[in-house]
C-alpha cells in the first residue's frame, strides 16, 4: 500500500524557516509529479509549489523567493524549505504525489501537517 507521509509542519515567529518533508513509502510504484498544498481555515486548498520528475518547478507568486520545493528520487522524498515565513502563511500543508501504479497514474495526498506563524 502506498503511502505519503508528511513531517516537519510547528509553530514558529514571523522571519522564520521550517522545512517540510513527504516520504513516499510501499512498492511497485514511481513517482511523477510531486506538490506541496496548502488550506488556511476559511479558505479553499491551493498550490503552493509544485516539482516534476525531471526537477521542474512552478510556484505560487505569494511564495516565490521564499520558498523552495526539492526532491531525492533515490529517497522517494519531496521537501518544502520555507524562509521568511509570514502569518499569511498559516495553514495546514498537504503533500500530494502522482504516482504511476500497476500502469495507472494516481493522485494521493499527505495527511497534512500544520505550520502557524505567529509571534
Known amino acids: 500500500q502506498v503511502q505519503l507521509v508528511e513531517s516537519g509542519g510547528g509553530l514558529v515567529q514571523p522571519g522564520g524557516s521550517l522545512r517540510l518533508s513527504c516520504a513516499a513509502s510501499?512498492?511497485?510504484?514511481?513517482?511523477?509529479?510531486m506538490g506541496w498544498y496548502r488550506q488556511a481555515p476559511g479558505k479553499q486548498r491551493e498550490l503552493v509549489a509544485a516539482?516534476?520528475?525531471?526537477?521542474?518547478?512552478n510556484y505560487a507568486d505569494s511564495v516565490k523567493g521564499r520558498f523552495t520545493i526539492s526532491r531525492d528520487n533515490a529517497k522517494n522524498t519531496m521537501y518544502l524549505q520555507m524562509n521568511s515565513l509570514k502569518p499569511e502563511d498559516t495553514a495546514v500543508y498537504y503533500c500530494?504525489?502522482?504516482?504511476?501504479?500497476?500502469?495507472?497514474?494516481?493522485?494521493?495526498w499527505g495527511q497534512g501537517t500544520q505550520v502557524t506563524v505567529s509571534s
Open positions: 510501499g512498492s511497485g510504484f514511481s513517482i511523477n509529479t
Open positions: 516539482i516534476t520528475s525531471g526537477g521542474s518547478t
Open positions: 500530494n504525489a502522482v504516482l504511476l501504479v500497476s500502469g495507472i497514474l494516481r493522485d494521493y
